[in-house]
Each structure stands twice: as structure tokens, then as C-alpha cells.
């Protein structure tokens, strides 16, 4: 596809569940960010990879957030012992660096943990 | 990045130019002015962008004042599914790697 794509669109678990979304940005875009965004709230920036190296962690909200990215490509965001305040919509975001930087975004992961 | 303010809300009938301002007087001479908009339960979706000179796709036109302390948005035919929330953003260029920083937008309402 052209654009980047998330899976899965939605996804309900329990409390205490670990939790994958997966994230394929645009072919050839280097740079790979993932954000949430709480309901009526505005984006949280999560982390960004660079290929496949994550130069800036600090956003991760909790060492129960993890997230990796193979071959350049691909990457995994990890939530293990999912809580309650988890409960947001994940996005993840593709660029090819450089000056601008321009950003383009999935249509996101919609996580309910009840 | 310079502070950007936009008015809360617009509306707009449908067929006619939708113009969406943006102020940002404190920018500096390298930043560029960028639109994103988020339809209600999608992810942000990019519009344009530009620096210095008025910039035009096939979605929006953009205009930038001479002394770039504010810039326009137009959508020159607004339909229903132009309601979204618009998002004027400031930003230095640079590599990749930072975030985007959302402030709260402008509401446009297109309808019939």
C-alpha cells in the first residue's frame, strides 16, 4: 500500500494482558515514530526509530512499554501487564528524515483495556 | 518551535472556500509553516507545507504572509468530509526525530 498501516484497527483486552500493535511504515521511509492520543486529548510522542535504532526512549510512559523495529521496516509496540489508563489510540507515524521531516501518519490502534 | 494561535472553531457551507488562519508572529527566519488535519477517529493526516513562498497541492493552497507572521489555509471547494480538526504547526528544520507538537487546532464545520 502507500500509506503507512496499522494493525490490528482495534483491539480490546483484559487488565494484566500483554499486547502487540504492529506498525508498516511507507516503503523506503527510514524514520518510524509511534504516539498515543488519549480521548479529547491531543498526541503523546512515544518514540522514534531510525532505521532500527531507538535513539530517544524517554517518551515510553513505563518500563512496561517496549517497542523494536526489524529490517528497517516493520516495528512492534509492546504493552505488557496492560492497566486501565493504557486505554488510547496508538499511532504510529513514517518520514524519510531530512530537513522537513514530514511526517505521515497510520490510521491507529484503537486499545480498550477493561 | 514558534507558539502558532488559531480560532477554535469555523464553520463553512459546503461548495465554498474554507480560508483557516493561523498566527505566528514569533517565527524565526528558518521555520516552516505546516497543516495536518485529524477527521474525527482517524490518525492526523499531512495537508502542506512551505517556508517562505505560497505553496499549492491537490488538496489545499497555502498562503503565507510577506513578513510570515501568519499564514492561511484554503480548502477552495469544502465538502462534508472536509470537517476535521486543522492543526498549524511551526516547526525548525531538522533531522528526523522529533515529535510534532498538536496545540488544539481549529474546529471546521462544513455542512449543507
Known amino acids: 500500500g502507500a500509506g503507512v498501516s496499522q494493525s490490528p484497527s482495534n483491539k480490546v483486552t483484559e487488565k494484566g494482558k500483554d499486547v502487540e500493535l504492529r506498525c508498516d511504515p511507507i516503503?523506503?521511509?527510514?524514520?518510524l515514530y509511534w504516539y498515543r492520543q488519549s480521548l479529547g486529548q491531543g498526541l503523546e510522542f512515544l518514540i522514534y526509530?531510525?532505521?532500527?535504532?531507538?535513539?530517544?526512549k524517554s517518551g515510553l510512559p513505563s518500563d512496561r512499554f517496549s517497542a523494536e523495529r526489524t529490517g528497517g521496516s516493520v516495528s512492534t509496540l509492546t504493552i505488557q501487564r496492560t492497566q486501565q489508563e493504557d486505554s488510547a489510540v496508538y499511532l504510529c507515524?513514517?518520514?524519510?528524515?531530512?530537513?522537513?521531516?514530514?511526517?505521515?501518519f497510520g490510521p491507529g490502534t484503537r486499545l480498550t483495556v477493561l | 518551535d514558534a507558539k502558532t494561535t488559531q480560532p477554535p472553531s469555523m464553520d463553512c457551507a459546503e461548495g465554498r472556500a474554507a480560508n483557516l488562519p493561523c498566527n505566528h508572529s514569533t517565527i524565526s527566519g528558518n521555520e516552516y509553516v505546516y497543516w495536518y488535519r485529524q477527521i474525527h477517529s482517524q490518525g492526523p493526516q499531512y495537508i502542506i507545507h512551505g517556508l517562505k513562498n505560497n505553496e499549492t497541492n491537490e488538496m489545499a493552497s497555502l498562503i503565507i504572509t510577506e513578513d510570515r507572521k501568519s499564514s492561511t489555509l484554503i480548502l477552495p471547494h469544502a465538502t462534508l468530509r472536509d470537517t476535521a480538526v486543522y492543526y498549524c504547526?511551526?516547526?525548525?528544520?531538522?533531522?528526523?526525530?522529533?515529535?510534532?507538537?498538536f496545540g488544539k487546532g481549529t474546529t471546521l464545520s462544513v455542512s449543507s
Open positions: 516503503s523506503g521511509h527510514t524514520a
Open positions: 507515524a513514517s518520514s524519510r528524515g531530512g530537513d522537513t521531516d514530514t511526517q505521515y
Open positions: 526509530f531510525q532505521g532500527n535504532s531507538a535513539p530517544d
Open positions: 504547526i511551526v516547526r525548525a528544520p531538522r533531522q528526523a526525530g522529533t515529535a510534532l507538537i
